[in-house]
């Protein structure tokens, strides 16, 4: 029994435990890559423009009467022959009120509607459903769709990329795009902001409200065969005056290289230094706020 107690006592004594903690690995930050293309690049400029119609028809009552239709807001597009207003005459609405005399054929008469003379846009509405109008009065004005156009200003500088001929882009509030050529110089110049105002039409057809607020997009300088990154892999300090990337050394390591920009197009990026090679991986997501040297893992080896 002895004997066995002190065998118990030994094994006990034996069993040691470590309390030094295990060491854990820092960790790492799931990022997305990208490689340099090479590839043509021009600059774009965008400037700001308004729509306006030059011309335009005014529709005018040809009777004196009661409207019983009329369009119902500005801004209504319109086909060319489309009934836009009905009119009706004071004795045709004294028949109609009588029982005998609605049946017979003077109730037939005093009714007239006016159509579109073309195809467009209502810039204006005169008068509406319900109101007495006198014979001459107007109705409303239809801009013609066929003669829309872009009043652009541009910055004197811009002079040589801005030129009668040249082809742009028209970008709508929702962002929709539609080609479009400057076709005219307007001869005006505001003296406050030094700008140029151009005539730019689009190049398909388009019904847009009067005054609509919208931007010309310029193509200005070019790099042929240039060195490009998308914007999202580029980074700055807060001043904007120095630039860098995130590259990976291996598949868990990103460092810190300075780079040197040239021209910007849309989402692209020129980098004109260092030379990059097409197998250099660069972050392009999670990114933002690494260290010179960081612990990263690519995404796509994650999956």
């Not at 390591?253 to 910007?264: D, E, I, Q, R, Y």
């Not at 230094?273 to 706020?289: K, M, Q």
């Amino acid at each position: 029994m002895f004997f066995t107690s002190l065998l118990l006592i030994s094994a006990c004594g034996n069993g040691q435990t470590s309390d030094t903690p295990e060491e854990t690995p820092p960790p790492k930050t799931l990022v997305d890559t990208t490689a340099v293309t090479v590839q043509d690049i021009r600059q774009e400029e965008r400037f700001p423009a308004t729509t306006f119609y030059p011309e335009n028809n005014k529709l005018a009552a040809p009777i004196a009467g009661y409207l019983l239709r009329s369009p119902k807001e500005v801004g209504e597009k319109v086909v060319n022959g489309q009934t836009l207003f009905t009119l009706e005459t004071r004795e045709h609405r004294a028949i109609n009120s009588d029982a005998e005399l609605r049946k017979s054929d003077l109730a037939k008469m005093g009714v007239v509607s006016v159509h579109a003379p073309a195809g467009g846009v209502i810039l204006s509405l005169d008068q509406r459903q319900g109101e007495f109008v006198a014979e001459g009065a107007t109705l409303c004005t239809i801009a013609l769709s066929d003669k829309i156009g872009f009043r652009l200003s541009v910055p004197y500088e811009f002079n040589q990329f801005v030129k009668i001929g040249t082809n742009c882009t028209i970008e709508l509030p929702d962002k929709t795009r539609i080609p479009g050529r400057i076709t005219e110089n307007l001869n005006t110049a505001t003296i406050t902001s030094q700008t140029q105002t151009f005539l730019v039409k689009p190049l398909k057809p388009v019904a847009l409200p009067e005054g609509l607020n919208v931007s010309i997009i310029v193509q200005t300088e070019g790099s042929a065969k240039a060195t490009v990154l998308p914007k999202s892999a580029i980074l700055s300090n807060e001043t904007m005056d120095e630039f860098w990337v995130m590259k990976l050394l291996d598949d868990s390591t990103a460092v810190k290289v300075p780079v040197t920009l040239g021209l910007t197009a849309g989402e692209t990026v020129q980098v004109k230094s260092p030379v990059f090679s097409a197998e250099d991986r660069i972050l392009t997501e999670g990114n933002y706020g690494l260290e010179d040297t960081a612990l990263v893992k690519i995404k796509s080896r994650e999956q």
